[in-house]
């Protein structure tokens, strides 16, 4: 075709810090997923199961609100969730020599996403009756 020089140049690159390692990079990811799997998996499930066996009711008896119990409860996960987090970033910095500590913002960010999807899971869990089924609502179709 009388073409001396390629179409194209290809170059490498070195991405990211070579400081860090993978687990400092997988880390954030698995308390992502973590925080997710509480929320939208776990809350909804434990709320359907009080909803299917009177739980909720006796609940209603009592002279506890129900705008109190569902603070308190997105409250407990929500800390719960946090607590985890701190557990996992812990074990990861002992066990794996993890560099990478969240910061200010990322602890917001954990905090407020834990607090998101334990209140989604609250919803979810308080519409549908069958625990069952409120996880595998929680669940993305693709996972399934």
């Known amino acids: 075709m ?3 020089e390629p179409a194209a140049a290809v170059e490498a690159q070195q991405r990211g ?7 400092d990079y997988f880390l954030p990811a698995f308390i992502v997923a973590m925080v997710l799997i509480n929320g939208v998996m776990t809350v909804p499930s434990a709320v359907a199961d009080f909803k299917r066996d009177g739980t909720l009711k006796r ?5 506890l609100r129900k705008r109190e119990w569902i ?6 996960q929500s800390l719960l ?3 985890i987090a701190l557990v996992m970033v812990a074990v990861a910095w002992v066990l794996f020599g993890v560099t990478a500590v969240p910061g200010p913002l990322a602890l917001g960010v ?3 996403g834990s607090v998101a999807f334990t209140a989604l899971g609250m919803v979810v869990g308080g519409t549908i009756q069958d625990p ?3 996880i595998s609502l929680g669940v ?5």
């Open 140 to 144: 993305p179709s693709r996972f399934r």
């Open 132 to 134: 069952g089924s409120a």
């Open 71 to 76: 603070l308190a409860n997105v409250i407990q």
């Open 17 to 23: 810090d070579p400081a860090l390692g993978a687990v």
């Open 110 to 112: 954990l905090v407020l």
């Open 2 to 4: 009388g073409v001396e």
């Open 81 to 83: 969730a946090v607590a």
């Open 59 to 63: 609940l209603a008896a009592t002279p």
